[in-house]
Structure formats: structure tokens, C-alpha cells
């Protein structure tokens, strides 16, 4: 029986009311079957939003995706298979359930009247049942779907699952896509792909070793580092806190965002460094730690007395990752826990491991001079532990004055400084040189010295030590004029320059320590030149060095200054304020001055090569017909008769010729006869031998001429402008070299174009950023 009434039935509103009451007989079936599935899903979600799936070994990752995946496609298809469609009689059972009617009346609306309706009583009697139902109609009532889940999920698991996805949306819905992406793709590369381990150990900077990269492939290769070494360990994805175990402790990584930990610390000690991940060690190398061990240092040579009472110390000192101060102190010898005379020995740049000195000092002044003392060689490391060599006894050398007045003023100051009881009638006896100014040649300077040293020995107390270097200084004063003053000046000026370059001081600070430098050496080549020892051109009257080659050398260390070398710089700044302290002791020899003449002829026969054979080379580029050319060969005749004359004058001058001076004329042999035939190509690379081998010459004479040139000097061979050679002088193993002028002008166009260009508004910001780092460090 069809419980849709005839369309004259009385059901206004019916149809729509039972296709409503169907629907919702379809819901209530099937979201139960569909909650098992949901709730699957709606845990993945979850999971996936915590990144939580990442974490997971690769094997397990993959084993929760095909379970979520084979679960939700198994509770769906198996709800899905039972669900069974409600028919019409179902729905309008439905009806009349929720709208609390009895007997089934929605049955009835398709009744017909059988017999008796030509009856009016009968026909009345059925209007009247029809207009009932009518009303009863007019009364359904449809509630609100009522899948009973209650009864079919009483734990209420599909609440944990809501509850899960809130917590997921939370944590990860600012990346929803990322991290579902991730928690589809699980690794599948290996054991070790699900985990990576990166470990970084940086040596402490002072030891210039290198860092080292390791990864968990790498585990069990043996490491050496230096002790105090930085140890970076980064672990992504694993489950769990890694732990890093050094030296019998454990450190736990701390958390750094997106599944991520890292760990900073400091390697001491320990024979094993391991990163472990809950149960699994992903890395474990041997360790072997290196400690750092004191400097050790040692006097070479026996002091001597060097010129005018200075002290010549030769010394070497050692240290595993270098040498950062070296210096000797100085005690009394029937006093050895008093006071202490500290002389700091010269280091040349770079922290070197190993560093040999052979260097003199002024200790004449001091008031020990003429004692005995107990010297002590002390090196310092960068890790400020010190070594301490044997010490050594010795008498500080005491200066020998030639001038009686001289003589009578260090007189003097030695007996005020031995008893100052005795400083009055020290006092009295500079009255007689006080009021007769000829004794000093009228130095004004001298006379005021003397003065106030006389009005502080009158006085009731006084100041030892101003009153020493009052009469020092005076008597210096008359003995050599202004030189020694100079001398002082100069070294003040080369030890303020050094410190503040291994201080790292601005440029601007440089710029005027290099001012205040060159003022002091024209101080002092003033007063040297009024010995005879410097001279405007290089060469005259067997001077070893001119006022022409000083202001190039000054030049140059601008340059270098301007272009950030500034380990060239400390060198030659040390090396001239040497040699011009060498150059005050004395005048040369007399064969200095054909040894100058002879480097001086090497210099000019290779700038004179370098033009040669910069005229070949383009001829050779060029492609120039293979013609003789007469000129060029005649030139590269006259440029070897000029070698082998000098080479008979370096012979002359006693010793063998260099054999790098005998190679370069073999080489310009070959080169005039390459021009000869026109055959550029080959005279250039002759000709780029001689010069190579020519310059090579030039310093093999100058390392024998030196000690001719310039007997007893601490710096060494220099080359003709007075800079030290590579591998000689003191302390110099040839690790840093002097840029040469044209290096130097290279370097400073480079840095005028950086400048140019930081200040280009047009630019990226980020390139000029870029430009002003590279500034900073110049």
C-alpha cells in the first residue's frame, strides 16, 4: 500500500514532509558509518599539523601513513556497504513516530471507498474521516536527525579526535600546507635519512688551524683538536632530546624550531665526542684533545756590548701555535727579588711558531748600567701562558764618553745614584760647567738640564729619577748633539706604530703615528747627515743609504697603510728605524761605496731589462713580421756588456759572483739573438729568464755585501732601498712580504673605486652594505 495519497487527498504539504523525514533516515544511517573514517582522517590531520610524523623513523612514518590510509579506506567502505536506503513506508513511519500518532493514519489517505457511495450517510461518514486526516496532517512534526551515536561510541572516541584536530589547528595552522606536506612524505633513503646530524668544531682562532665538518656518515673517523676548540652539533628530525657526550659528561640539545636542536660547547678534554638520539647514536668519533703548551724561549748568543754601550741580545723563541710577546727581564743580581727592568724583544707580525732575534737595546741610561744582573728570557702565547728560559748573568753595558764634560756629568749621576746623600755636593759640582756655557758649546738646552738638576739635589727631598734623566740627557746631549735625543724620538715613534698596529687603531690613528714617525726620522737623518752618514743622493761618499731612498721607503709605508698591509708595515717601520740606528754609530767602510755603486748598477740594468722586454712582448702579441731588429738587439748587447762590468766589480770586490748574475747573461745572450732573427716570442721568455735571474743575482750579492755595506747591523741584508730580503734579518722566516710600489698602487686604486662606489646612492642597498664591510677593515 502507497502511503502517497491520490492527488484529491487531503495532504497538503505531505511530499514534502516525507521526502524530509527520508532524508533524514538517510543521515542518521550513514554518519555512523562515516565517524570511524572521519576520525581517522581527523587524527592524521592532527598529527600532521603537530609535525609529529617528521619525527618518526622513516620505516615508522611510513607504517602510520599506511595505516591511516588502509583504515579509512576499510571503515569506509565497510559503512558504506552496509548503508541501506529508507523506502517511502519507512519515512512515513517516521512521520508518525515524531508526530505521536497512532494506528499508522498516513496508511489510511490512500483508502477508497468501496461500496456505498451513492449512500449520502456513507458519503457524509467518509468526508468526515477524510477532512480528520486532513487535520492530522496539517499536526506532523519532524525532529531533528538522531544518529545514536551515544549508544554506538559510549567512550567517545570521536571527541578525542576533534579534541586532537583543535590542538593540531593551533599549533600548525599558520603552515597547514607545509606541514601536511611533510607528513606525507615520509624519508625512504636508508636507515640514517629519517635523522641529520651536523657537527661543526672551530679551533680557537690564535691556533690559525682550520674548523672541521662532520656528519653522521663520517662516524668513527679519528679527530684531532686543539684544546679550548668550539664544538656546533646540529640535529634535525629524530624523536626525542639528542644528547652530546664529551669528556664523560652529557649535554642535552636544546630545541631550535622546526623539528631542529642544536648545542654549543666547548672541547677541554675527553678520548670520544658521540651525539645519541633516545636509543640510537647517530655519531661517534675517537677524540684525541692537543693541549696547548707553554712558549719556550732561550738566549742564543752570549750578550754583548754592542755600539755605544748598547746591549745585543741574540734569542729564539718557541711556541705550538705561536709567539705573541717575548721579552727579557732584568733583576739585580744581589737583589734578585727587588725591582725588575722589563725589555720587550721585537716579534715580527703573524704570531709565528718559531721566531729568531738578533736585537739590540739602549739600556746605557739605565741606572744599572755598569752592574751586575741577572737577565731572564720570558715568551708569552696567545693563551697567556708564559715560558721562561735560563737566566742569564751578564754586566749591563755601561756607555764610554769621549767628551770629559760628558764624562764628568754620568760621573755624577752614578754617584747620586748609588748614595743620594751625597746630592749636594753633586749639586755643587755642576756649579763650575753651570758658569762656564763654552763647556757645552753654549747648548741652551744643556745649561736648563743642568739647572733645574741642580735645584732639585739643593732641595730637602727630590725626584731620583728626573734628576738621572736630566744628567743622562745632558750628557748625551754633549757628547753627540742632538742624535741621541733623536734616536729616543724615533724609537718612541716606532713603538707607538707598533702597538697601536697589532691593536688594530683606525686609519686615522695610523695616519698620524706614520706623521709623527716621519717627523722623528727627519729629526734624526738631520742629525745623522751632520755626521756624513746619510746624503741626498744614494751612492755619494759610500753612504749606504740617501734622504732619496728614506722618502721612498716613508712613501711606501703610506701605501701600505692606505691598502690594509699593516704586518708590511710594522716590518718596515721596524727595519728603517734599525737601520738608521745602525747608521748612527758609525761611518761606513770604504768599500761600501763601490758595493753601492755596484747594486746600484744591478737596479738600473733590470728596470732598463723590464722595459725591453715589455716592447718585445707587445711586438710578440701583435704578430709582428719575423724581421731583425738591429736596435732592439744592440740594446740587449749593451744591457749585457753592462752586466758582466758589474759582475767584474762585484768580483773585484771579493767573493764569487752569484750564479744567478751568470744565468742572466746567458739568458740576454739568447735574447740578442732571438732580436736578431726577429723571433719575438722566444727573445721575450729570454728575455722575461734574464730578468727573473737578474733579480734573483741582485739579492744573492746584496745577502754577501751586507755585512760590508753596513758591519755589525741587526737588520740584515736589505734590498736598495733598505728594506730587509725575504728569509734574512731578525726573525724574518720570509712568511710576510713587502708589497712592491706598484702592488701597492693597485690595491689603493681599488680601494678609492670601493669607496667610489659605497657612496653610489643608485646602487642596492645590500651592494654598498656589502662595500662598507669591506671598508671597515681599512
Do not use: C
Request: charged share 20%; proline share 7%; aromatic share 4%.
Amino acid at each position: 500500500m502507497h502511503p502517497i495519497p491520490p492527488d484529491d487527498a487531503p495532504h497538503t504539504g505531505l511530499a514534502g514532509r516525507l521526502r524530509l523525514a527520508r532524508a533524514v533516515l538517510v543521515w542518521e544511517r550513514l554518519w555512523p558509518a562515516l565517524v570511524p573514517p572521519l576520525s581517522l582522517v581527523g587524527s592524521f590531520l592532527a598529527l600532521a599539523l603537530m609535525d609529529v610524523l617528521p619525527l618518526l623513523p622513516g620505516w615508522l612514518h611510513g607504517l602510520v601513513l599506511a595505516g591511516h590510509a588502509g583504515g579509512i579506506a576499510f571503515l569506509g567502505w565497510r559503512g558504506l556497504a552496509r548503508l541501506r536506503l529508507p523506502a517511502a513506508a519507512e519515512a512515513a513511519r517516521r512521520l508518525e513516530r515524531d508526530s505521536a500518532l497512532s494506528h499508522r493514519p498516513l496508511s489510511t489517505l490512500a483508502d477508497r471507498l468501496a461500496a456505498g457511495g451513492d449512500d449520502p450517510l456513507a458519503a457524509a461518514l467518509w468526508q468526515a474521516h477524510r477532512r480528520r486526516l486532513a487535520g492530522l496532517v496539517a499536526r506532523l512534526a519532524l525532529r531533528w536527525p538522531s544518529p545514536g551515536m551515544a549508544e554506538r561510541d559510549p567512550w567517545g572516541w570521536r571527541a578525542l579526535a576533534v579534541l586532537l584536530l583543535a590542538i593540531g589547528i593551533a599549533a600548525g595552522g599558520h603552515e597547514p600546507a607545509a606541514r601536511v606536506s611533510r607528513a606525507l612524505a615520509p624519508a625512504v633513503d636508508g636507515a640514517g635519512g629519517e635523522r641529520r646530524l651536523d657537527v661543526w668544531i672551530t679551533p680557537p682562532a690564535y691556533t690559525g688551524a682550520p674548523p672541521q665538518a662532520l656528519t653522521a656518515a663520517e662516524s668513527g673517523r679519528p679527530l684531532t683538536v686543539p684544546a679550548g676548540s668550539a664544538v656546533l652539533a646540529v640535529v634535525g628530525g629524530g624523536w626525542g632530546t639528542a644528547t652530546l657526550s664529551l669528556g664523560g659528561r652529557g649535554l642535552d640539545f636544546q630545541p631550535m624550531g622546526e623539528g631542529g636542536q642544536r648545542l654549543e660547547a666547548r672541547i677541554d678534554g675527553g678520548r670520544t665526542l658521540s651525539v645519541s638520539q633516545g636509543w640510537q647514536t647517530l655519531g661517534r668519533w675517537p677524540l684525541t684533545v692537543i693541549a696547548d703548551r707553554p712558549p719556550a724561549i732561550a738566549v742564543t748568543a752570549v750578550p754583548a756590548d754592542g755600539e755605544r754601550g748598547r746591549l745585543r741580545l741574540g734569542w729564539t723563541a718557541a711556541d705550538d701555535y705561536g709567539v705573541t710577546r717575548a721579552r727579557v727581564e732584568i733583576r739585580r743580581a744581589d737583589a734578585p727579588e727587588g725591582e725588575t727592568l722589563v725589555v720587550e724583544l721585537p716579534l715580527p707580525g703573524g704570531g709565528r711558531q718559531a721566531v729568531d732575534g738578533d736585537s739590540v737595546h739602549d739600556l746605557s741610561g739605565h741606572p744599572w748600567a755598569g752592574l751586575e744582573v741577572m737577565a731572564t728570557p720570558i715568551a708569552s702565547d696567545a693563551l697567556g701562558q708564559d715560558g721562561a728560559g735560563k737566566a742569564i748573568p751578564l754586566v749591563l753595558p755601561e756607555r764610554s764618553f769621549a767628551d770629559p764634560v760628558a764624562r764628568r756629568l754620568a760621573e755624577l749621576r752614578r754617584l747620586v745614584t748609588a748614595d743620594r746623600r751625597v746630592a749636594l755636593p753633586v749639586a755643587m759640582a755642576l756649579d763650575p760647567i753651570i758658569a762656564q756655557p763654552a763647556l757645552v758649546r753654549g747648548d741652551l738646552t744643556v745649561l736648563l738640564a743642568l739647572a733645574l738638576a741642580r735645584a732639585g739635589l739643593s732641595g730637602p727631598s727630590f725626584d731620583l729619577a728626573e734628576v738621572q734623566d736630566l744628567l743622562w740627557n745632558a750628557a748625551l746631549t754633549v757628547e753627540e748633539g742632538d742624535l741621541a735625543g733623536a734616536e729616543r724620538a724615533m724609537e718612541e715613534a716606532r713603538s707607538a706604530l707598533a702597538q697601536a698596529l697589532d691593536s688594530g687603531a683606525s686609519e686615522a690613528e695610523i695616519r698620524q703615528l706614520l706623521d709623527r714617525f716621519q717627523a722623528a726620522m727627519e729629526r734624526l737623518v738631520a742629525a745623522l747627515a751632520a755626521r756624513g752618514a746619510v746624503s741626498p743622493s744614494s751612492g755619494e761618499a759610500g753612504n749606504a743609504v740617501s734622504t732619496q731612498e728614506l722618502a721612498q721607503m716613508m712613501q711606501a709605508m703610506r701605501g701600505m697603510a692606505e691598502s690594509g698591509a699593516r704586518d708590511a708595515l710594522r716590518r718596515m717601520a721596524d727595519a728603517l728605524a734599525q737601520m738608521l740606528s745602525t747608521l748612527g754609530a758609525g761611518p761606513p767602510p770604504p768599500q761600501a761605496a763601490a758595493a753601492a755603486r755596484a747594486m746600484k748598477t744591478l737596479e738600473d740594468l733590470a728596470r732598463r731589462q723590464q722595459e725591453l722586454m715589455d716592447q718585445t712582448f707587445r711586438r710578440a702579441q701583435e704578430g709582428a713580421p719575423a724581421r731583425g731588429d738591429g736596435e732592439a738587439a744592440e740594446r740587449q748587447r749593451a744591457l749585457r756588456q753592462g752586466l758582466g762590468a758589474a759582475m767584474r766589480s762585484l768580483a773585484e770586490l771579493g767573493g764569487d759572483v752569484p750564479a744567478g748574475l751568470r744565468d742572466a747573461e746567458g739568458a740576454m745572450g739568447s735574447a740578442v739573438g732571438d732580436l736578431a732573427k726577429g723571433a719575438w716570442g722566444s727573445a721575450a721568455e729570454a728575455q722575461g729568464q734574464a730578468l727573473d735571474r737578474l733579480r734573483e743575482g741582485a739579492r744573492q750579492a746584496m745577502e754577501r755585501m751586507a755585512p760590508m755595506m753596513m758591519p755589525g747591523a741587526a737588520l740584515g741584508p736589505r734590498d736598495p732601498i733598505g728594506r730587509p730580503l725575504p728569509g734574512t734579518g731578525a726573525g724574518d722566516d720570509g712568511a710576510t712580504r713587502i708589497p712592491t710600489v706598484g702592488e701597492v698602487q693597485k690595491a689603493r686604486q681599488l680601494l678609492d673605486e670601493i669607496r667610489r662606489r659605497s657612496g653610489d646612492a643608485g646602487r642596492p642597498a645590500a651592494e654598498r652594505d656589502y662595500l662598507h664591510r669591506l671598508l671597515k677593515q681599512f
